[in-house]
C-alpha cells in the first residue's frame, strides 16, 4: 500500500508540473497503463525562424494605350452688368485690389436710379467699392442676366456695389465749369466737343488711399480728364477732391479720339489716338469733297485748332493728318500742370491700346481697324520712349487648322525702322502747309503704297509724282497708291513712311496685316517679372509662365477670307475672342494662342440672340489679376454688356 501510494503521488506532481508521466510509469513495467491525464497549457512559443529567399520577379504587364490630353477649359463669370445701350470700357485695377471701370455711352432715356440715387443716362466712371478683387475666392458666384427695368438701366454686381464717381457734365462745384468730358480748343474758352463716352481709366497713386484718377473720352477731337480722388479706408468709398481737377491741355493740336489705354511702370498714363483719319486712304485727307469725310472730323479737328474757322476749308492751321493717330505720355502726371508728349516713335495707326513690358523698354501695340498691323517697339533706354525700333509681326498659322478656339500662330517679327521723335516731328512738318487747294484727283500729297514699297525694295529716292511706279502696279496697287507722293516725289529716301504710315511700311516688309478689331492688349507686370527675370512677386504661388493678353472684338473679314496669313473659320465672327502670346527672354514673344472664344455666330438671328448671353459678344479690353484671372469687358450684342471673370484654370 505505501508503495502504490507514493506512486500515486508522483503520478499527481508530474501532472500539476508538466513532467512527462510516461517517464514516471515506465518503471512499473510489469502494470497496466493507466488512464491518461488531463492536457496541460501550451508552452512558450519558441523563436521564429528565419524567412525563406524570396522568389523571382514576374514579368513586367504590356504597357496601356496613351491617352488623350484634357481639355483645361477655363470658367466664365459675370462680375457686373452695364445699362442700357452702353459698352464696358475702362477696366483698370489697382494695386489694392480697386476695380475701376466705365458706363460709355448709355440710353438717354434710363431712368430707373441705383442706391445712392444715381440714373445711368449718361457717361460714367466708376469703381466697385467695398471689395478687394485680387482676393475674390476662386469658386465665384454669377450675378444674374438683368431681366426688370431695374436692373437692365442700372449698373448690376455680384461683389461689392458700383459706385459712381463722376458722370459727363459733372462741374465738381463749379471747380470744372464747362463740365467733365468737355473740349475746349486753343483759345482756352471755345467748346468744341462734349463728350458721352469715358474709355481708358489709369490710376496713379500718391499715397495710401489717395491718387489720381485718368479718364479718356473718345471722340474727334479727344480729351482726358485728371481727378484727384480719396478713399475711406473703412467703407472702401471713395470721393473726389472738387478743389484738383482738370480735362488735360494737348496744345496746338489735340488729340483725336482717345480709347483705351495703361499705365506705365514709371507711373505715367498712356492714351491712344485710335479713329477719325481715312486708315489706308490718306490721299483723301485733303480731298475738298465733304462726302469723303462723313462725320466731318477734318471740321471737328480745324474747330480745335482754328477756333474762329467755320471748317477747315478756312481754317488758319490746316489739321495735319500726320499729327495724329499716336501714343500720347502724359509726363509729369501727379504735378499741378502735367505734360502730354505724343510719342511718334510708336508708329502712326489706329491706336487701340499699348502695353510696357517691366523692362520699360519692350512695347506691344495694337491696331483697331480691318487689315489691322500687330506692332512692337523696343526703346534704346529704359523708361524711354522718345527713340527706338519699330517692327511688325509676320504669323504662321498652324498647319491643317482653321477653327478659332484651338488654332494658334508662329510669330516672326519683321525690324522696320529705328528713329526718335524730334527727328519725326521734321517729317511730320513737312505736312503741315497742305491743305485743300493742293489736292489732285487720282494723285497724293501724302505717302502712298508706291512709296512704301520703294523703301522697302530699298531704291535711293522715293517715286515721281507724274509716273505711276510700276512695282506698285504690279502688286496689285491702283490709282493714287500706285503714284510717290508729291511732298516727298523724287527726294532721297529717309524711313518716314514707318512712323507717319506704319501699316503701308508693315505691309510691304511682308508683315500680316490682316488683324481685325485688335483691341486691348495687357500684361500683369508682376506675374510677368515672377517668370522672366525670377523676382518672387506673386505669394504662395510660383509663376513660371506669363502672357500677354489681347482680345479680337470682331473675327471676319481678313480673319476669315482665303487668302493671307490669316484664314480661321467664320463660325465665331462678330463674337470675338481672347489671344494669349508666352513671354520669353527679353520680355519677346513668338506664339499667339487661343484663350476663349464667343459662342456660334448666329447671323439669322437679331440683336443679342446673334450671340449666346452666356458667353463672350465682342470682347473689348482685357485685364490681369495678380493670380492670373482675366477681367474682360464686353462691347457687343447683348441687351446689358457684361463685364466677365474668366478663370484660365
Keep these: 500500500m505505501l508503495i502504490e501510494n507514493t506512486l500515486a503521488v508522483a503520478i499527481r506532481r508530474a501532472l500539476l508540473i508538466g513532467l512527462p508521466v510516461l517517464a514516471l510509469t515506465a518503471c512499473n513495467t510489469d502494470g497496466d497503463d493507466g488512464a491518461a491525464g488531463a492536457q496541460g497549457p501550451a508552452g512558450q512559443q519558441g523563436p521564429a525562424g528565419q524567412d525563406g529567399a524570396n522568389g523571382s520577379d514576374g514579368q513586367n504587364g504590356q504597357d496601356g ?140 497713386s500718391t499715397g495710401a488711399n489717395e491718387g489720381y484718377l485718368f479718364t479718356n473720352w473718345e471722340a474727334v477731337p479727344g480729351g482726358m480728364s485728371r481727378l484727384k480722388l480719396n478713399k475711406n479706408a473703412s467703407s472702401g468709398n471713395w470721393s473726389v477732391d472738387t478743389s484738383d481737377v482738370m480735362m488735360l491741355d494737348f496744345g496746338a493740336y489735340g488729340t483725336i479720339a482717345n480709347c483705351f489705354g495703361s499705365v506705365s511702370p514709371w507711373g505715367t498714363p498712356l492714351t491712344s489716338e485710335e479713329w477719325g483719319n481715312f486708315g489706308d486712304r490718306t490721299y483723301r485727307w485733303n480731298n475738298p469733297d465733304a462726302s469723303v469725310d462723313p462725320y466731318g472730323n477734318r471740321d471737328a479737328l480745324a474747330a480745335y485748332t482754328s477756333p474762329a474757322a467755320n471748317s477747315a476749308g478756312d481754317a488758319t492751321v490746316f489739321p495735319n493728318t500726320y499729327r495724329y493717330h499716336y501714343i500720347v505720355e502724359i509726363q509729369n502726371a501727379t504735378s499741378a500742370a502735367p505734360t502730354p508728349v505724343k510719342h511718334y516713335t510708336l508708329g502712326r495707326f489706329e491706336h487701340e491700346n499699348s502695353i510696357v513690358m517691366p523692362d520699360q523698354r519692350t512695347v506691344y501695340l495694337s491696331q483697331d481697324d480691318s487689315n489691322g498691323v500687330m506692332f512692337k517697339f523696343v526703346a534704346d533706354t529704359a523708361g524711354d520712349l522718345s527713340a527706338g525700333t519699330l517692327y511688325a509681326a509676320n504669323l504662321t498659322q498652324d498647319a491643317g487648322s482653321s477653327e478659332p478656339l484651338t488654332t494658334g500662330f508662329d510669330v516672326q517679327w519683321i525690324e522696320l525702322a529705328h528713329s526718335d521723335n524730334a527727328t519725326i516731328d521734321g517729317w511730320i512738318a513737312d505736312y503741315d502747309g497742305v491743305d485743300y487747294s493742293d489736292y489732285e484727283a487720282g494723285k497724293s500729297d501724302y505717302l502712298t503704297d508706291a512709296d512704301a514699297i520703294a523703301w522697302a525694295k530699298g531704291d535711293a529716292n522715293y517715286p515721281s509724282y507724274t509716273t505711276a511706279y510700276q512695282a506698285a502696279v504690279d502688286a496689285g496697287y491702283t490709282g493714287a497708291e500706285t503714284f510717290g507722293g508729291e511732298t516727298t516725289a523724287g527726294q532721297p529716301m529717309d524711313d518716314r513712311i514707318t512712323f507717319l504710315e506704319s501699316r503701308k511700311a508693315a505691309r510691304a516688309k511682308g508683315a500680316t496685316a490682316e488683324w481685325r478689331k485688335f483691341e486691348g492688349i495687357y500684361v500683369n507686370q508682376k506675374r510677368a517679372r515672377e517668370a522672366v527675370e525670377g523676382v518672387d512677386l506673386i505669394p504662395g504661388e510660383e509663376v513660371t509662365e506669363a502672357f500677354v493678353y489681347f482680345a479680337i472684338s470682331d473675327m471676319d473679314n481678313g480673319m476669315v477670307d482665303d487668302s493671307g496669313d490669316i484664314q480661321l473659320s467664320p463660325r465665331v465672327k462678330d463674337c470675338g475672342g481672347v489671344y494669349r502670346m508666352k513671354l520669353g527672354a527679353g520680355y519677346d514673344v513668338n506664339r499667339i494662342e487661343p484663350v476663349v472664344m464667343g459662342s456660334t455666330y448666329r447671323s439669322s438671328l437679331s440683336g443679342a440672340e446673334r450671340c449666346d448671353v452666356d458667353q463672350l459678344s465682342q470682347p473689348d479690353n482685357v485685364l490681369v489679376l495678380d493670380d492670373g484671372r482675366i477681367v474682360i469687358g464686353e462691347d457687343g450684342f447683348q441687351t446689358n454688356n457684361t463685364l466677365w471673370m474668366y478663370d484660365p484654370q
Design 65 to 204: 494605350d496613351d491617352g488623350k490630353d484634357g481639355n483645361a477649359g477655363g470658367k466664365l463669370t459675370r462680375l457686373a452688368t452695364v445699362p442700357l445701350g452702353a459698352e464696358v470700357t475702362g477696366a483698370f485695377i489697382t494695386e489694392g485690389g480697386d476695380l475701376f471701370f466705365n458706363v460709355q455711352h448709355p440710353d438717354n432715356t434710363n431712368t430707373a436710379t441705383d442706391s445712392d440715387g444715381k440714373s445711368f443716362a449718361h457717361g460714367t466712371v466708376g469703381v466697385l467699392a467695398g471689395v478687394n478683387v485680387n482676393k475674390l475666392p476662386k469658386d465665384l458666384i454669377s450675378v444674374h442676366v438683368p431681366s426688370s427695368t431695374q436692373e437692365m438701366e442700372t449698373v448690376q454686381a455680384a461683389y461689392g456695389e458700383y459706385q459712381v464717381i463722376a458722370q459727363t457734365g459733372d462741374t465738381f462745384a463749379g471747380a470744372m465749369p464747362q463740365g467733365l468730358g468737355t473740349v475746349i480748343a486753343t483759345d482756352g474758352t471755345t467748346e468744341v466737343a462734349y463728350i458721352d463716352d469715358p474709355d481708358f481709366n489709369g490710376y496713379v
